[in-house]
């Protein structure tokens, strides 16, 4: 269970390296200018977002300062409202730090989790 569970927890922290990696020099303009940009940072949500669904409460648990239930929930809405995505509220997702927040909560948690 722990293997499966860390290589969850390894998913989550390279897709938000992609993120960053993708990002990285791009302005708000850039997402909404270039699709493939916004598809390939939507597609690492949705990954991130998939791979938290498979982390055991009990080690969300450890971190509650992380609203799992709404990363969780991000990939939900990028795959069945496709439609209606809102590049600011993608934009905000990674302006705001949340990401690197979450990336840290990931690495403490591969340490709790051996």
Do not use: C
């Not at 791009?26 to 977002?49: G, H, M, P």
């Not at 990401?99 to 403490?108: Q, S």
């Amino acid at each position: 269970m722990a293997d499966r569970t860390n290589f969850r927890l390894h998913d989550i922290i390279d897709a938000i390296d992609q993120i960053h990696a993708l990002l990285k020099n791009k302005t708000y303009q850039d997402l909404t200018t270039d699709k493939v940009v916004k598809a390939a940072f939507e597609r690492f949500l949705e990954i991130l977002s998939e791979a938290s669904r498979h982390i055991p409460d009990s080690l969300k648990e450890t971190r509650p300062d992380i609203p799992w239930r709404r990363v969780s929930d991000i990939g939900n809405h990028l795959r069945h409202a496709y439609d209606r995505v809102d590049s600011e509220i993608l934009w905000e997702v990674y302006a705001s730090g949340n990401l690197a927040a979450l990336r840290e909560a990931v690495v403490d948690s591969l340490k709790r989790n051996g």
